[in-house]
């Protein structure tokens, strides 16, 4: 796998997004329809979209504009054919937060009043517009899981598959998140910083 970051530099996955790329690997079926929240420059994107029986059963979403011509080179460079939503799926507008941590991974999408370039969508109009039901979520959105799920809490049935980092524990209630897994029939399988659950 060769990805790139914006200026051009050669990615070290071995190091960055190491651990999410070992659980697409393990826990992403052939099968599955993904949403993935937080794609960056597409190392664990390239991993799930090698997994997938259909590769066009995958949308990418990623509400930062600076990696979106990387992200694209990316996903050519390495064979795959996912869908790249660029934008936030979220009922209310939305600005980017720490744009710069981290090297940028510690970016996180934040609701707000004010103007803002990025652009919103229901996971209705996302779900219509590529055909697509999903069935697994893998999350890397710097603590904005627990928004998105707060406005989607009918997902929890349709998911069979859902692997989340819990980064930004201030903003986000991982707790409340597990509950509800757990409650909609999904098993933890994996936890610590990554967790993975599954309908078993």
């Keep these: 796998m060769e990805i790139y970051n914006e200026r051009g530099e050669r990615v070290d996955t071995e190091r960055c997004e190491a651990r999410e790329q070992v659980h697409a690997n393990l826990f992403v079926e052939p099968n599955d329809v993904v949403l993935e929240l937080g794609a960056r420059y597409g190392s664990v994107s390239v991993v799930i979209n090698r997994k997938l029986v259909n590769p066009l059963n995958h949308v990418a979403v990623d509400p930062d504009s600076r990696i979106w011509d990387c992200l694209e080179k990316n996903r050519t460079l390495n064979g795959c054919q996912f869908h790249i939503l660029k934008g936030a799926i979220s009922r209310v507008p939305v600005k980017l937060d720490g744009l710069d941590h981290y090297q940028g991974y510690g970016t996180t999408s934040v609701p707000t009043t004010g103007p803002t370039t990025v652009r919103s969508y229901t996971l209705e109009e996302v779900q ?71 309908r078993v």
């Excluded at 219509?128 to 009918?154: I, R, S």
């Design 128 to 198: 219509e517009m590529y055909g697509l039901k999903f069935t697994t979520l893998v999350a890397d959105c710097e603590g904005f899981l627990g928004q998105f799920l707060g406005e989607n809490p009918w997902l929890y049935d349709q998911l069979n598959t859902v692997l989340y980092e819990t980064d930004c524990e201030d903003k986000c209630d991982y707790g409340r998140i597990a509950k509800n897994l757990k409650d909609h029939g999904l098993t933890n399988l994996w936890y610590g910083t990554h967790y993975v659950w599954k």
